[in-house]
């Protein structure tokens, strides 16, 4: 039973225009949202998060948001660059249990 | 700082042989994570240490995998007897403790069952 679907393998961004990277999860007690990043023959690198208690988290040019109501989370990167080309996991928490990832959507940014 | 470090990086060996994962988790960092990682998924939690007591080994599938934190530090993660269907990249991940957001992920060892 996967907790935690993202539902795009893949998406292909133009530098400098914004990157939308969403994530369902099926279990209202998540309390604790992450987005990690992750670069070939590497392992995950933590990239933002956000508590259920809170809408919106922004870091530079990462923001997530988190609308409990539709249990859904997107990371948003503006403006994108080629660097940002990875891919990108959301990892879902209850009560500082296990995270349970989604599956990852590979981020393209073209030059 | 140095980061979690595993060994080996890639391992290729045939069914039914054992195999084990090593790794060294960031200085100070009392929780330890082994996750698997399947082709075109994300990681999956198998076993998690709070210093040298397992807490969370629900999804270890107890009759072939094994694992050890001794003295709470390094940490080992043992398949015996290998199965095709356990190839799959192995990643050690710490944290301060478990109520840190941040777990800092090594780079992963990459099993390949033959």
């Known amino acids: 039973d996967q907790q935690v679907k993202q539902n795009s393998p893949s998406l292909s961004v133009q530098e400098g225009r914004i990157s939308i990277l969403n994530c369902d999860y099926t279990n209202s007690m998540f309390d604790y949202f992450l987005w990690y990043k992750k670069y070939p023959a590497e392992g995950p690198t933590f990239l933002i998060s956000?508590?259920?208690?809170?809408d919106k988290n922004e870091d530079g040019r990462f923001t997530v948001f988190l609308n409990k109501s539709a249990k859904h989370l997107s990371l948003h990167i503006v403006p994108s660059q080629p660097g940002d080309s990875a891919v990108y996991f959301c990892a879902a928490q209850y009560n500082f249990n296990k995270f349970y990832f989604g599956s990852g959507t590979k981020l393209n940014v073209k030059p | 700082e140095a980061g979690v470090v595993q060994s080996p990086r890639y391992k290729i060996i045939e069914k039914k042989q054992p195999v084990a994962f090593w790794c060294n988790p960031i200085s100070g960092h009392n929780t330890l994570y082994w996750y698997r990682q399947n082709l075109g998924q994300g990681p999956e939690l198998l076993i998690r240490y709070e210093n040298e007591e397992a807490v969370d080994d629900s999804q270890l599938p107890k009759d072939r995998f094994s694992a050890e934190r001794l003295k709470g530090v390094d940490s080992t993660l043992k398949i015996q007897p290998a199965e095709l269907g356990d190839s799959a990249v192995y990643l050690c991940a710490s944290s301060l403790d478990r109520t840190t957001d941040t777990q800092y992920f090594g780079p992963g060892t990459r099993l390949t069952v033959l």
């Open positions: 956000i508590s259920s208690i809170k």
